[in-house]
């Protein structure tokens, strides 16, 4: 991959992939973090990254890990907040379902959630969803299916509250 | 009640908080990061130092892990003729196809800054010899340690066991830590955590007779216990031919 194809995919990708891993923590600004984050990596190790079939997914993969890092660092007291990134500026707010479904998806298992947003969001059919996660496909259907009826779950009840 | 799936499938960031890095600010980091991990995997002889200073008391302080060599029930009879030297047709670079350097240069498996396993012991090898596999993000380095008996092999595993736990208990919290993974009767596995975005070096170490085998890696996103696992078990798959064909270095060579 050299500059002009990077260049090219960092543009056409940043920010799909930043709104999938944002699905996947719950987090916009740890979310664009660690896909800039995944994007430094994948410069420099672009000639793995030029053998690797799915060159989104493994940045994918790669800024969901190190979000996954940085939490546990966080729980464990190791890390300060790194805002590494540019100043932060205002943006617009989100809708309020937007923020339920942020909230419900963040409240359901990990490995469910991350099976809903590579499926439903990142639009990959289950057999790349097995792919990426590592795990057979029947596990990913499962997941997805557990998935689906606890997200509906949770935001009904949202939504019951809302209306009380 | 709107359906979750289509609140799901029509997902969209409410714009980024952040100024994006323009591509060419990436690729420079990219670079520099790249030029970070080669002199990461390239150091090494720094530790040695320190190491041969350190005493092994001090190494062992903390109680977790007892320095002592195991007692007789693993000390071979003094009959048991010891292979001291490396067969040149040992397959030390089973496993890593793009192995680009052999013979032994220095590469001091580090536990924590100024502690770790180093070829000058105490005990010293009798023999040594290392491959690297090169990575773009850091080496993949093999050494084989061969010592005078088994119980010069066992006293440096354990030494350099107590010094991992020493560095776990002593680099808790900060930006270089050490993770003392797993150990059992012939094999330890720790990983030198050098940032604090998850780069790691994952160290594991087998004993069979009077050697060591020390397979060092460079892995990613290690504060995820389930990376760190993979690369321990990526470690074994591919060093399991090597160990083996160590069984010539066993009481009862093979």
Known sequence: MDEREFDDFYS????????????????????????QEAFVRAWAHRRRLDRAEHPEAWVRTTAYRLAVSR????????????????????????????????????????AQRQALVLH????????????????????????????RTALAALLADEEGLRHA | MPDPMDELEHFTTPGLTMDALPAAEVRRRGTRLRRRNHALAAIGGVAAVAIIATPLAMAAGNGRTDSTPPPATQSPSPSVAW???????????????????????????DACPGLGWSPDGPPATVAVSQVVQKETEGDWTRTLAVYADEESATRSRLDLAARVAQCAATT?????????????AGSLVYVDHVSEAGDAFVHRVVQVGNALLLDTTYSMGTGDPAVVEQAADLLETKSAPVVDAMCVFSADPC
Do not use: N
């Not at chain 1, 699905?23 to 979310?31: F, K, L, Y």
């Not at chain 1, 289950?126 to 990913?140: F, M, Q």
């Not at chain 2, 808790?172 to 059992?184: C, I, K, L, W």
């Open chain 1, 71 to 110: 939490w546990r660092r966080t729980v464990r007291g190791r890390r300060p907040a790194d805002r590494a990134v540019g100043p932060a500026y205002e943006s617009a707010a989100p809708s309020e379902a937007h923020v339920a479904l942020v909230a419900a998806l963040k409240l359901l298992p990990e």
């Open chain 1, 120 to 147: 439903h969001i990142a639009d990959l059919p289950v057999h790349d969803v097995a792919r990426e996660v590592g795990v057979p496909e029947g596990t990913i259907k499962a997941r997805l299916s557990r998935g």
């Open chain 2, 83 to 109: 292979v001291r030297e490396i067969p040149a047709d040992f397959p030390l670079a089973d496993g890593l196809p793009g192995t680009t350097r052999s013979g032994f240069v220095r590469s001091d498996a």
């Open chain 1, 12 to 35: 056409a990708s940043f920010q799909r992939i930043t709104g999938q891993v944002y699905a996947m923590i719950g987090s916009r600004d740890e979310a664009q973090e660690c896909v």
């Open chain 2, 172 to 184: 808790d919290g900060r930006s270089r830590s050490t993770e003392d993974v797993a150990r059992d």
